[in-house]
């Protein structure tokens, strides 16, 4: 039965073991992001203020809540890739809480609080990856993803183009959305700038373009998101 005594290990396992499992969800993402030669890849642990960097890992203050891997330029077959990448968080989770199980079955380790919070917790991150649902933020869930691309619904993965540009008669900058259509105009660059890169960043995966066609800058790129 639970117990007064029993409370410094819940808080262990929020402090330590979650990040750990969220760190195995994302390294999911990223082995298959990486197999299907994905580029600029990056693990990010935790929410809030940056503490430190090491190699392609980025660690944040709330270092035990939350987690995400980008990753853009898949080379191979967009579909089938995706749909592993977004099933690879899952898959390293439950790959993960059968290896615990084997372990203690086979008494290389003993069943502790700590193999039973890691295997609780592991389910846990696999039944809410998988859940089909957007999120507030404008992204979706691996679930989300992975159910729309087996619909044939590719268009959740493609990017979406925003462009901006200056209109020389009238010494604006206009904006315009994913479907060319304008969605403001501003006399200050800077201003203009801000509002399409904020619409961009909360309809990832998405580029914002400064002209008119393909041959445009790129000034900002914001990849998809396995959580």
């Not at 990753?71 to 809480?97: H, P, Q, V």
């Not at 979706?140 to 993803?145: L, V, Y």
């Amino acid at each position: 039965m639970f117990g007064i005594q029993d409370i410094p290990k819940f808080i262990m396992a929020f402090f330590v073991l979650l990040p750990l499992i969220s760190t195995i969800h994302e390294a999911g993402h990223v082995f298959f992001a990486w197999l299907m030669g994905g580029k600029n890849i990056k693990i990010t642990i935790g929410t809030g203020k940056p503490l430190f960097n090491w190699s392609i890992i980025e660690v944040r203050q709330y270092y035990f809540w939350y987690g995400v891997c980008t990753f853009n330029n898949i080379k191979r077959e967009k579909k089938i890739a995706n749909i592993l990448i977004f099933s690879g968080g899952a898959l390293f989770n439950l790959l993960g809480t059968i290896a615990v199980i084997l372990l203690v079955q086979h008494e290389i380790i003993n069943e502790s609080l700590f193999t039973y919070q890691f295997t609780y917790f592991s389910l846990y991150y696999i039944f809410f990856a998988l859940i089909p649902t957007p999120y507030p933020d404008g992204s979706f869930s691996d679930g989300k993803i992975i159910f729309d691309l087996l619909r044939g619904k590719e268009d959740i993965i493609k990017d979406r183009i925003f462009r901006i540009y200056r209109e020389n008669s009238t010494d604006h900058w206009r904006i315009f959305d994913d479907k060319n259509n304008l969605i403001g105009s501003y006399q200050d660059q800077i201003k203009a700038l801000a509002m399409i890169n904020e619409i961009a960043q909360s309809n990832r995966p998405s580029k914002v373009i400064n002209g008119k066609d393909e041959d445009g800058e790129e000034i900002s790129n914001y990849p998809r998101i396995p959580l």
